[in-house]
């Protein structure tokens, strides 16, 4: 899908009022284009309006060297409804703003490189995915979705032709993604300040929507299947033990937020918080690819003397950290509308729509259910990794196909399972599948043996059905995968290294992978 990322950011040495615009990444050569630009007064009176009308209790000025005239009437009134009857101020302002916005950001080559981009996708028959990277912390808490070129059109982060997300470029690298057909989601439930959060009601919502269309872990009609685990107000090291211990690809976190200079803080438990900056080393570390905060102003910064403090706030730092996506809240929510986004976005998440895509549908849901001249449709903040494609969960068709259980019904309980055992003090016991097991260091295997020495894909054992007559009989084989092929087996001259190959296993054969001096394992076949 082509995509088209923009930046903003204040010259500090021209003067507050300056701004550069320019593309990051473009879907053409020549796309690479720069724009300078002065900060209008108008726009500054605008948002004004806009946080005295819908800001909540969190408003943050926008720096400038001009001082706002005097307050005067904006030209918004002749903006009018469809129906031709004017609309109620709400909307107009609401309107007035996008409109606003759009001009500015979208002038001269930026608004070529734009449309040149557009017509890109059309011409592959595809959307454009669109970035924008806000820079300057004065600027981020606006609402940049509601952009629309003009009245009568579709504001960009609702258009058909085009998915929108924010980013940033200044990022660690990301880890590696399990490649995933399922969601696996743990879900957090934070603090309750003054019990005004349902939050019990938002985990069954959250479950109910999940198992809409059947069991859960069901493929019925094309839904992804689903796992949900729930930790109920968990002290920081339950929450970071239990990310440690399963292969999640999902963190949701509902309740009580706010913003902090370290990342925003998550209020877990009375007296007990965390931090963005330590949630992201934990989520970073296991691999999870989308982490959504339905809590109030964590897509915001925090603020010092009414000014935003860079880098701030919690979606931001996840995303720096290399959290693939975050989605987070720019300011108060209602109960009622967060429900109503959870289950529009879980559900297009179970269909197998990115990311972005599933944001959109869930956003024009909330428009539909609250109106255009209500905030809630404007609340909802996305952002991607610059290397992200947005793809939680692959479709049937783009996945890994799953070796199929080769073992027939009636012979089962007639043949004996096999195991590899570690010989070390307190070691773990495995079955082995009867077709492939994979062994490796990452949590996508099998079998995980969480060692620096040990390759990512390092081994596999293969078991094979035959039959002797009318006797089923099964064998096994070892298959060496490892980088450097340190896969060890013992023999009677002692260790044998095998590099590519595959050999033969007998019951209470030894195998090492990785290091020479690494965990003993013990290939078993049970009864022999």
């Given amino acids: 899908m082509p995509c088209l990322n923009l930046a903003i950011a204040r010259l500090t040495n021209t003067g507050t009022d300056n701004f550069a615009i320019w593309v990051v990444k473009a879907p053409y050569p020549s796309g690479y284009v720069l724009h300078d630009c002065i900060w209008p007064v108008e726009l500054s009176q605008v948002w004004q309006e806009w946080q005295e009308m819908f800001g909540g209790d969190s408003p943050l000025g926008i720096s400038s060297q001009s001082t706002l005239p005097q307050r005067t009437p904006l030209p918004i009134n002749l903006v009018s409804s469809p129906s031709g009857q004017t609309a109620g101020y709400s909307s107009r302002l609401m309107q007035y703003l996008g409109i606003s916005l759009w001009r500015w950001l979208f002038d001269g ?10 017509g890109i996708a059309m011409g ?20 940049w979705e509601i952009m629309q070129r003009e009245a009568g059109q579709s504001v960009m982060s609702l258009s058909q032709d085009l998915l929108f997300s924010r980013t940033t470029s200044e990022v660690e690298s990301l880890p590696y993604l399990r490649t995933e057909q399922a969601l696996n989601i743990l879900l957090v439930l934070g603090e309750n300040e003054n019990k005004n959060l ?112 860079p880098s701030s706030s919690l979606a931001e730092v996840l995303i720096r950290h290399g959290v693939p996506g975050v989605l987070g809240m720019r300011d108060e ?49 996305l952002y991607l990794h610059p290397d992200f494609d947005g793809e939680l969960i692959k479709s049937f068709d783009e996945g890994i196909t799953e070796l199929p259980d080769t073992t027939i019904p009636s012979i089962i309980a007639s043949v004996p399972s096999a195991f590899l055992r ?16 994979r062994i490796g260091r990452t949590k996508d295997n099998d079998i995980v043996i969480p060692e620096p020495s040990v390759s990512k894909r390092h081994a596999e ?68």
Wanted: include cysteine; glycine fraction near 8%.
């Fill in 333 to 381: 929510i209602a109960d009622a509308e967060s429900h109503s986004f959870i289950q529009a976005f879980t559900e297009a998440l179970r269909s197998r729509k990115p990311i972005d895509e599933a944001v959109a549908e869930a956003r024009q849901q909330l428009l539909t259910t609250y109106r255009f001249n209500q905030p809630a449709w404007t609340l909802p903040v």
């Fill in 422 to 437: 570690s010989l070390a003090p307190g070691g773990k016991t495995w079955l082995l599948r009867a077709g492939v097991t």
């Fill in 198 to 309: 349902q939050l019990e009601k938002e985990a069954e919502i959250l479950k109910q929507t999940l198992t809409k269309a059947g069991p859960l872990g069901s493929n019925s009609q094309g839904y992804a299947p689903c796992m949900v685990h729930t930790l109920l107000q968990p002290q920081p090291q339950e929450l970071i033990q239990e990310l440690e211990t399963k292969a999640y690809n999902v963190f949701f976190y509902a309740g009580h937020g706010l913003p902090d200079p370290d990342g925003g803080l998550l209020f877990l438990r009375p007296g007990m918080t965390l931090n963005g900056i330590e949630l992201a080393q934990v989520l970073t570390r296991n691999a999870v690819k989308l982490a959504v905060f339905n809590a109030c102003w964590l897509a915001q910064p925090a603020a010092a003397n009414g000014q935003a403090i």
């Fill in 461 to 528: 054992i293969l078991c094979r059905n035959t039959f002797s007559g009318t006797t089923p009989v099964r064998t096994y084989y070892l298959e060496d995968k490892s980088t450097y092929g340190t896969t060890w087996v013992s023999s009677s001259n002692g260790w044998q290294q095998i590099l590519r190959e595959e050999v033969p296993l007998t019951s209470g054969m030894q195998l090492k992978f990785g290091s020479s001096r690494g965990e003993t394992w013990e290939f078993i076949i049970e009864d022999s």
């Fill in 109 to 118: 080559s930026i608004l070529g490189s734009l449309e040149r981009s557009r």
């Fill in 124 to 143: 592959q028959h595809t959307r454009l995915r669109f970035r924008l990277e806000v820079r300057d912390p004065d600027l981020i808490a606006l609402p």
